[in-house]
């Protein structure tokens, strides 16, 4: 079988070594890739977001499946594009894609389906949003509606904070669009965590949860990122609180799905706080997380390609899904700047010295006369697997130590259950 991943970043050199272990898979293609990505598949340079592009190598390269990685093109509607010239394809439809495109439309879900959530309002005049300030009391969650790159949300502080955010969002349009519709949100404190599911029209399956470090900073301070570093599984999770998400979240948001006509078939990422009250939505993306993808299929024992298959044909229920015991951390490697302005170009040293049970997975590299360089805010993730939680993060650590760029920043506390 031949497979075309679509994506150029961490989460989809995760998902092309994962499908090139298995006896199905005769070829990976990715476009557009990256540096470390071509070392497993072959990439072709083909913008994701280039929905014609991708189409024609697709067919060109008669390819069996191809699978969505980023929420842009899912979003644009590739997936409904791809399977019109008979491609089978992993990931949701444009309709199902608002769920992430739209922080509206998710909370609108939500409420119409009681799934627990926080309290929420939406604003489309920056006007009637500067007369609401603090409508749920401080901090004031705000989020631009639509895609951002991880980075729409801002938790003001004060009424300064939020006049700030406010008028870069909807009066500077630093996200553009995105900002054209605000969503404020009541805050909720308790442990951030993350649940990815494998869904098709039947069924919804967990799998091995993971914990996310958004703050730029250790301590969770500092701007929010697209991801600094995961562990799996979360330490927050146990069985009385997995039964609670899966009969409270999971089987209603399935059952929504159904009643709404969302034929949702891909990875659902929920977002979760785990509060005093219980676990309650923060968010749904549509597609695998990035970084929780590098931690958690490093623990997946079971073919990916019998899955992402098995979700195409509706046929989820009929795979057993297996996970290692083992435990995963991956420690993402940033650029100087990140989440900012950042530099590009900086020559990556010490790839070759981490140890051979490491796998060191690229987000932001790119080749540059047969140097791999920095080609993004987050540039790598040195993902690793342990007996226990202590002896991978002690691991990873030791050999995020052995890689050096130019202005290379990373987060020192991943692994440690962050309370908010």
Same mark, same amino acid.
């Given at each position: ?258 009643? /709404? =006509?969302?034929?949702?078939? #891909? !990875?659902?990422?929920? &977002?979760?706080?785990?509060? *005093?009250?219980?676990? $309650?939505?923060? %968010? ?90 920095? /080609? =993004?805010?987050?540039?790598? #993730? !040195?993902?690793?697997? &342990?007996?226990?939680?202590? *002896?991978?993060?002690? $691991?990873?650590? %030791? ?22």
């Amino acid at each position: 079988m031949k497979v075309l991943i679509v994506g150029g970043g961490g989460r989809e050199h995760a998902i092309a070594w994962k499908l090139a272990q298995s006896d199905k898979v005769d070829k990976v293609y990715c476009a557009p890739g990256n540096a470390g990505i071509a070392e497993l598949a072959e990439c072709i340079p083909v913008k994701a977001e280039d929905i014609g592009g991708i189409c024609r190598a697709a067919k060109e390269n008669q390819v069996d499946l191809a699978v969505i990685g980023p929420e842009v093109p899912l979003a644009m509607g590739m997936v409904d594009e791809l399977e019109k010239v008979g491609v089978k394809t992993f990931g949701p439809n444009k309709k199902c894609a608002q769920l992430e495109a739209s922080k509206a439309f998710t909370k609108a879900f939500l409420e119409k389906h009681n799934i627990p959530t926080a309290r929420y309002k939406e604003f489309t005049h920056k006007a009637e949003l500067l007369n609401s300030l603090g409508i749920f009391g401080y901090p004031m969650v705000i989020k631009a509606d639509g895609l951002a790159a991880g980075k729409g949300v801002v938790i003001a502080e004060t009424e300064e904070e939020a006049r700030k955010a406010i008028e870069e969002m909807m009066g500077d349009k630093v996200f553009g669009a995105a900002g054209d519709k605000v969503v404020v949100e009541e805050y909720l404190t308790g442990v951030e965590a993350s649940m990815l599911c494998f869904v098709d029209e039947h069924t919804i399956v967990p799998m091995e949860s993971a914990q996310d470090y958004k703050r730029i900073f250790d301590g969770d301070k500092g701007p929010n990122t697209g991801g600094m570093g995961t562990y799996s599984p979360s330490l927050v999770f146990n069985p009385e609180l997995e039964e609670r998400i899966r009969t409270k979240i999971l089987e209603p948001t399935l059952a929504g799905f159904q009643k /709404d =006509g969302l034929n949702f078939k #891909g !990875v659902l990422f929920i &977002g979760l706080m785990i509060g *005093e009250d219980g676990p $309650k939505v923060i %968010e749904f993306n549509n597609r695998f997380g990035d970084p929780e993808t590098q931690s958690v299929l490093l623990r997946l024992e079971t073919d990916l390609f019998d899955i992402f298959s098995a979700v195409v044909d509706n046929k989820l229920s009929d795979v057993n899904i297996k996970w290692s015991e083992k435990k995963a951390v991956c420690v993402v490697l940033a650029s100087g700047g990140y989440p900012g302005a950042y530099e590009k170009g900086k020559e990556i040293c010490g790839l070759d010295q981490v140890d051979k049970d490491v796998i060191v997975f690229h987000a932001g590299t790119a080749l540059k006369e047969e140097k791999v360089v920095t /080609d =993004g805010g987050r540039v790598l #993730g !040195v993902a690793v697997l &342990g007996d226990t939680h202590e *002896e991978a993060r002690k $691991k990873a650590f %030791e050999n995020v130590k052995k890689i050096s760029f130019d202005g290379m920043q990373y987060r020192k506390d991943i692994g440690v259950v962050v309370i908010k």
